[in-house]
């Protein structure tokens, strides 16, 4: 008696230079994972230690502020100059030598941070400057040259919180924020790829993920009310 076969089933064949190609993707994602992870290791648990600090400012916050007075040369802040062409007659900028003011105060009080803000009236001046978790804040008589000079000081952690925000911290690191941003993305998108390399519980690595991008969502769609 003949029994009827059910034809083959065809199976699809890689090609040679296709498991070549995937080799070569598999093999260069792997490396750039792994290298990228180790180069932004601190970077990585610098930002997600002070993400924590940063959403609970009240569990380490210690802030000092100091009080000083002097005097300085009076004829910083009366130069004889030409006033601007577009002058609004408030900002007396064009009389003061901003450069020996923020120099000798630098010098006398060993002031730190960035010189953010130097305003100029007709009867005195007030110069700020400003760095991670400190400000200094000078006001200064022009008739006299006497000035009150303020300068706060918040702990460490307040310092790493500002420099987890970039504030009052400079173009160098803005540009340290940004590398690691990218760094860390791409660190997550090679993972993500290397999960199709991987046949062992691919499909739970998957879920895994999205449950993961799910939870964020819906956190940011509770946040934003």
Not at 73 to 98: C, M, Q, V
Not at 130 to 146: H, L, N
Request: aromatic share 12%; with cysteine; charged share 20%.
């Amino acid at each position: 008696m003949r029994l009827d076969r059910e034809p083959p089933v065809k199976q699809n064949k890689i090609s040679p230079r296709s498991k070549v190609f995937h080799r070569f993707v598999a093999r260069w994602f792997r490396w750039l994972h792994i290298y990228l992870s180790m180069l932004s290791l601190g970077a990585i648990f610098f930002f997600s230690i002070t993400g924590l600090t940063l959403n609970h400012p009240d569990w380490f916050f210690r802030e000092t502020t100091s009080q000083k007075s002097g005097q300085m040369d009076k004829d910083w802040l009366h130069r004889t100059a030409t006033p601007p062409a577009d002058w609004n007659l408030s900002d007396y900028g064009h009389e003061i030598d901003k450069l020996a003011v923020v120099e000798y105060l630098r010098s006398e009080h060993k002031l730190t941070g960035r010189m953010s803000d130097f305003l100029s009236f007709s009867d005195e001046c007030e110069v700020t400057f400003q760095g991670p978790g400190y400000a200094a804040t000078a006001r200064i008589q022009r008739k006299t040259g006497e000035y009150d000079l303020s300068v706060t000081c918040n702990d460490l952690v307040s310092v790493l919180n500002d420099l987890h925000k970039g504030r009052h911290t400079g173009t160098p690191w803005s540009w340290v924020i940004d590398v690691s941003a990218i760094v860390s993305a791409i660190v997550a998108l090679s993972g993500f790829v290397l999960v199709f390399y991987l046949k062992l519980n691919r499909t739970t690595r998957l879920a895994i993920s999205v449950l993961g991008t799910i939870i964020v969502l819906f956190a940011i769609r509770i946040a934003m009310g």
